[in-house]
C-alpha cells in the first residue's frame, strides 16, 4: 500500500509539473492531527519546506506564523526533515500549526522542490499557486509585501515606478541631495542609480558597465550612482578603479535606501535594489527601471530608442 | 572490455547530464538509477593503478551527541587549517558562521551571524588561514572579504567586484584566479592586498579549440616559497610560476581518467545560458610544504598525491565510495610517512568532516 502511494504521488507530480495547483493530501500530522487538503479550498494556503538546521527557514516560519497564521488569515503547512532538531529549534507547536514530519522527500519531488534546497509556496482560494520562494529571500522585502497585497486585494497594476514617474526629482530631496549642485539643465538628460551592492556578474555590474561606456561616448549625458552606506571610502576607490569607473559615485548614508524600501513596500513589490532614474533637463523623472526580472534589458533598450531619437 | 568511442557517447551524454545536474543544482530529472549505472561504469572503465593505497573511514564529526548539544552543519562547503595550531576552520553558507573545531573534532568556537555588519556574514564561502594565522573568509552574500584573527576579532573587510572560479591566501596577498571572461588578455591569476588592491597579474590564459569562460578555470595554491601551482579544472594541465609570474613549468597531469575527461571537454566545452556542458572530475587541490595533493570524488573518492615537480607520487583511494559522494574541499595531515590523514569536507547530506587513514 505504501508503495502504491509512493507511486501515485510521483504520478501526481509529473502531472502537476511545476506545482501549479496544491495537490491533494491526506496525512498525519507530527502530534496526530489528520489534514486533507482538499478541505482547505477557500483559504490562502501557505506551504513551507525545512531543513530545521536552517535557522533562517525557522524564523521565516516564526515570522509568517506571527504575522498571518496566528490571526488565521494564512493556512499553514509545514514539512519538516527532522522533527526532534525542528521542535528543538522552532518550540511549541501551535495547535493552527501543521506540522508533517513524514515522506519529506516524496513532498519535496511532489511540490518540485529540488533535492539541493527548501522552499515555501502560497496558493490562493482556488488552490492555484500564487508564488514559489527558494532559499533566497528577505522575509521583509520580498515575502511580507506579496502575502499583505494578496490578502488586501490590492490592485499590483500600480508599481513603484509610478510613483516617481512625471514627478520633478526635487519632490523626492532622500534622491535630489545627490545631484542639486550639479546643473542638471546642462545635460540633455541624467541618469542615477541605486546599487546595494554591485559584482560584475550581477544585474548591479551590467548596469554599472553599460553605464560608464554611456559616460565615455556622450559627454552631454550627466551620469551617477548611488552605492550602500556600507561601502568605505577604500571599497569606492576600488570599485572605480577594478571596473574602471570614470563617473561620479556617491555614497548613501542608509536614507536614500530606507525610502526606498517604505515605497515598495507600499506597492506590495519586492525590493530587489538597483534603481535607475531617467531625469530630464526639466528635472522630471522620466523613466524608472527596477524590479521585474527583464528590467536591464528594458533599460538598455529604452535609452538605445531614446539616444537615437534624441541624437540625429 | 574498453567501449570503442561511439559507444562511449551515451555515456559522456550520461555523465554530462549528471555533471550538469550535480554541480548547478538546477535539474533533478536524472534519475539515481542512472548515477548508478554511469558510476558502475566509469568504475569498471578506470580501475585504480597498481600504484593505489586504500585507505579507511577512521572518524568524522561532528557526531550525532553533537548534533543532540545542538552542533552540526547545514551548508558546510569549506574549510581552513591552519597547522601551527592544528585548529580547522569550517564556513557554513547556510547558518551563516564559521564553526573552529580541534583536530579530534570538538567545538572550540563559533564566530559570526546573519547580517551585513562585521563579524556578520550571508552566505558565507571560501575560508583561508594564512602562514600568519590571519582569516580570510569570502562573505558571498555581502560581495566582500572579511579579514579575522585567529581569536575571532574583526580586522577588516573588502569588497569584492568579480566573481572569481578560485581564491588561494596562503601569504601576505591574495590571490584570485580567473574572473569568468573570454578576455585572453588579462591575467590567469589576480593579486591583491589586503585593502583590494590590485598589485599583479600572474601568467597568461590558455588557448583552447572551443572558447568559454570556463576554459581557464584554475584551482590555485601556493608551495612553500610562494610558488602558484594552478591546475586547470577541466583539462589535465597544471602550471607552476614564481612570484613574479615567471612559468617554471606546464606539464599533463599523468592520470587516465583526468586525461579522458580533459580530451571529452576540448571537444564539448560549451557555456549557455549558465549552464556548462563539461566535465569537472578534479575537486580541489592542497598544498603542503612541497607536496600537491589532488581530491577527486566521482566514481570513487581519491587523493592523488604530486611531488614540487607534479609526479605522481602515491594514489590513495577509498574503495566504499557511494556515487553520492560529494566534496570540494579537504586538506591533509602527515603525522610519518606510514601515518596520514585526510579530512574530507563532506557535503549534503551527511555534512561533516570525514578523516580517513591508511590501511594498515
Not at chain 2, 586504500?54 to 568524522?60: S, V
Amino acid at each position: 500500500m505504501p508503495v502504491l502511494f509512493l507511486f501515485l504521488l510521483i504520478f501526481l507530480s509529473l502531472l502537476y509539473g511545476e506545482t501549479l495547483y496544491l495537490p491533494p493530501i491526506k496525512e498525519f500530522t507530527f502530534d496526530g492531527k489528520t489534514i486533507d487538503t482538499k478541505s482547505f479550498k477557500g483559504e490562502l494556503v501557505y506551504v513551507q519546506f525545512i531543513n530545521p538546521k536552517s535557522q533562517d527557514q525557522i524564523d521565516l516560519l516564526k515570522k509568517v506564523y506571527n504575522d498571518f497564521i496566528k490571526d488565521n488569515l494564512l493556512v499553514s503547512l509545514v514539512f519538516v526533515n527532522n522533527l526532534r532538531i525542528f521542535l528543538n529549534n522552532f518550540g511549541e507547536v501551535p495547535d493552527n500549526l501543521y506540522v508533517i514530519d513524514q515522506n519529506y522527500s516524496t513532498y519535496k519531488s511532489l511540490f518540485s522542490v529540488p533535492l539541493c534546497c527548501e522552499a515555501c509556496f502560497l496558493f490562493n482560494k482556488d488552490s492555484k499557486l500564487l508564488f514559489k520562494f527558494s532559499e533566497f529571500y528577505n522575509y521583509e522585502k520580498h515575502i511580507k509585501p506579496l502575502i499583505i497585497s494578496i490578502l488586501h486585494n490590492r490592485d499590483l497594476t500600480l508599481s513603484p515606478q509610478s510613483h516617481f514617474e512625471g514627478h520633478f526629482i526635487f519632490e523626492f530631496p532622500w534622491l535630489f541631495r545627490f545631484v542639486d549642485d550639479i546643473e542638471l539643465a546642462s545635460y540633455r538628460f541624467s541618469i542615477i542609480s541605486f546599487h546595494p551592492d554591485v559584482c560584475t556578474s550581477c544585474p548591479s555590474g551590467m548596469i554599472i558597465k553599460y553605464l560608464n561606456q554611456l559616460n565615455n561616448k556622450n559627454t552631454d549625458i550627466y551620469v551617477a550612482s548611488i552605492v550602500s552606506s556600507d561601502f568605505t571610502d577604500n571599497d569606492i576607490e576600488n570599485l572605480k578603479d577594478h571596473l574602471h569607473i570614470n563617473y561620479d559615485l556617491f555614497r548613501d548614508d542608509g536614507y536614500l535606501s530606507e525610502q526606498l524600501n517604505e515605497i515598495f513596500l507600499k506597492y506590495g513589490n519586492p525590493y530587489m535594489g538597483n534603481v535607475i532614474f531617467i531625469i530630464d533637463n526639466s528635472g522630471i523623472i522620466l523613466k524608472t527601471f527596477c524590479c521585474d526580472q527583464f528590467y536591464i534589458e528594458k533599460f538598455i533598450k529604452y535609452m538605445k530608442d531614446y539616444i537615437r531619437r534624441n541624437y540625429k | 572490455m574498453m567501449l570503442r568511442p561511439i559507444h562511449k557517447l551515451p555515456i559522456i551524454a550520461l555523465l554530462i547530464f549528471f555533471l550538469i545536474t550535480v554541480f548547478s543544482n538546477a535539474n533533478q530529472n536524472i534519475t539515481k538509477d542512472q548515477i548508478l549505472a554511469m558510476w558502475k561504469q566509469w568504475l569498471k572503465e578506470y580501475p585504480v593503478p597498481k600504484m593505489a593505497k586504500q585507505i579507511f573511514l577512521m572518524d568524522y564529526f561532528p557526531k550525532e551527541n553533537q548534533v543532540n548539544e545542538g552542533i552540526y552543519f547545514y551548508k558546510a562547503y569549506h574549510l581552513a587549517y591552519y597547522p601551527k595550531d592544528k585548529t580547522i576552520f569550517v564556513a557554513d553558507w547556510g547558518q551563516h558562521k564559521i564553526f573552529q573545531f580541534d583536530l579530534n573534532g570538538n567545538l572550540i568556537k563559533t564566530i559570526g551571524k546573519k547580517g551585513q555588519a562585521p563579524l556578520e556574514f550571508e552566505y558565507p564561502g571560501e575560508i583561508f588561514i594564512n602562514d600568519n594565522g590571519i582569516i580570510l573568509i569570502h562573505d558571498q552574500g555581502n560581495h566582500r572579504f572579511q579579514i579575522i584573527s585567529l581569536e575571532g576579532n574583526f580586522i577588516g573587510s573588502v569588497k569584492l567586484y568579480k566573481p572569481y572560479f578560485s581564491y588561494c591566501f596562503k601569504k601576505d596577498n591574495l590571490l584570485l584566479a580567473n574572473n569568468s571572461t573570454l578576455n585572453n588578455q588579462e591575467p590567469l591569476i589576480e593579486v591583491l592586498d589586503l585593502n583590494g588592491k590590485f598589485i599583479k597579474g600572474i601568467g597568461a590564459r590558455k588557448d583552447f579549440p572551443i572558447q568559454s569562460p570556463l576554459n581557464n578555470n584554475v584551482y590555485i595554491s601556493q608551495d612553500k616559497k610562494g610558488n602558484v601551482i594552478a591546475v586547470f579544472a577541466f583539462y589535465d594541465i597544471v602550471r607552476k610560476y614564481d612570484l613574479n609570474g615567471n612559468l617554471l613549468y606546464e606539464k599533463l597531469i599523468p592520470d587516465e581518467l583526468i586525461r579522458d575527461v580533459s580530451r571529452k571537454n576540448k571537444k564539448n566545452m560549451q557555456f549557455k545560458d549558465g549552464k556548462a556542458s563539461c566535465l569537472n572530475v578534479i575537486n580541489a587541490l592542497y598544498s603542503k610544504d612541497d607536496n600537491h595533493y589532488l581530491l577527486l570524488t566521482f566514481p570513487r573518492l581519491a587523493i592523488l598525491e604530486f611531488d614540487s615537480e607534479f609526479n605522481l607520487k602515491n594514489y590513495y583511494y577509498w574503495p566504499e565510495t557511494s556515487p553520492s559522494y560529494y566534496s570540494f574541499d579537504f586538506f591533509v595531515e602527515k603525522y610519518n610517512s606510514s601515518d596520514i590523514r585526510f579530512f574530507i569536507l563532506r557535503r549534503a547530506e551527511e555534512n561533516r568532516i570525514e578523516i580517513f587513514g591508511l590501511k594498515k
